[in-house]
């Protein structure tokens, strides 16, 4: 996906040079672009901005002031510059992020139904497409695919990876394992919804996979597995609507029929019961 590069990967001290910027203007903290940068993904500036000034490396030419035609006569250095060039997501202005997924499932009902938060997002990395903290979650405004990215930090609350650094050292989920399980949610929650990102849910599940420390790297372990499949269940129950309180009897036969479906194309390529696995 270009969503995880569409930002500049800033340095450490030109994120904690912006967020200094930021605090003393009372400004959000999030995503840092260019003028230009953000035209192009759809969000322009508002009116009478200040930019941020951040470091910029310059490389120059370096030459001897003597007639010497060595090769080695010639040379480069870096220096670095400070320029007024970039501007905070809060800086700018644009279509606003809608929760609302489809009409048969409700961002809203579902975020209050499993006691979750939407709060702004604050990262001033741009190519961070969301977070989850806790019980509340953020998604980045210019997320490529803001409701797969919504699946995701959801079922990272739901299956409880935000509330593990109460739990022992040995009983914390591989960070790499944590990521498989979210993302597998939203790829079950894509499908059960018929919404554009599966193929991109497997990309990301297969590479964080194949770090995997301690099992079979080729197979989502099946204590994971069910926690997958009961996460995208409480998610996409959660978010159900209901016609005069009373839960629409078509509606909620096809989304089940469309889990199982995702369901067991999910295990055919995911799980490591060779009873499930696709023959050659």
């Not at 508002?46 to 951040?54: C, F, Q, V, Y």
């Not at 509330?163 to 499908?191: G, H, I, M």
Request: aromatic fraction near 8%.
């Amino acid at each position: 996906m270009k969503a995880y590069s569409a930002f500049h990967s800033y340095s450490l001290g030109n994120q904690l040079l912006a967020l200094v910027q930021c605090q003393m203007r009372r400004l959000p903290p999030g995503p840092i672009n260019t003028f230009p940068k953000w035209k192009d993904l759809g969000r322009h500036v508002k009116r009478g901005e200040r930019a941020l000034i951040l470091c910029m490396p310059i490389t120059c030419k370096r030459r001897n002031d003597t007639d010497d035609d060595e090769s080695d006569s010639e040379g480069t250095f870096t220096s670095f510059v400070y320029k007024a060039r970039w501007f905070v997501l809060s800086q700018t202005e644009g279509e606003n992020l809608q929760p609302q997924v489809t009409p048969e499932w409700d961002a809203t009902r579902a975020l209050t139904a499993l006691d979750i938060e939407m709060i702004p997002f604050d990262s001033v990395d741009g190519n961070c497409q969301g977070f989850a903290r806790k019980r509340s979650i953020a998604i980045n405004p210019v997320a490529q695919l803001p409701h797969k990215t919504l699946f995701h930090e959801m079922a990272h609350v739901t299956i409880g990876h935000t509330l593990e650094s109460d739990f022992a050292d040995a009983e914390k989920t591989p960070r790499n394992l944590r990521e498989v399980e979210a993302e597998a949610v939203a790829l079950l929650c894509c499908e059960a919804l018929e919404l554009e990102g599966a193929d991109y849910c497997r990309g990301y599940s297969q590479n964080w996979l194949y770090q995997g420390i301690g099992y079979d790297a080729n197979a989502i372990p099946e204590k994971s597995a069910q926690k997958i499949f009961r996460a995208a269940d409480q998610i996409l129950r959660a978010g159900r609507r209901r016609k005069n309180s009373q839960p629409s009897t078509r509606t909620n036969s096809g989304n089940r029929k469309r889990v199982r479906c995702a369901r067991e194309r999910y295990l055919t390529h995911h799980t490591n019961d060779p009873s499930k696995q696709e023959k050659d």
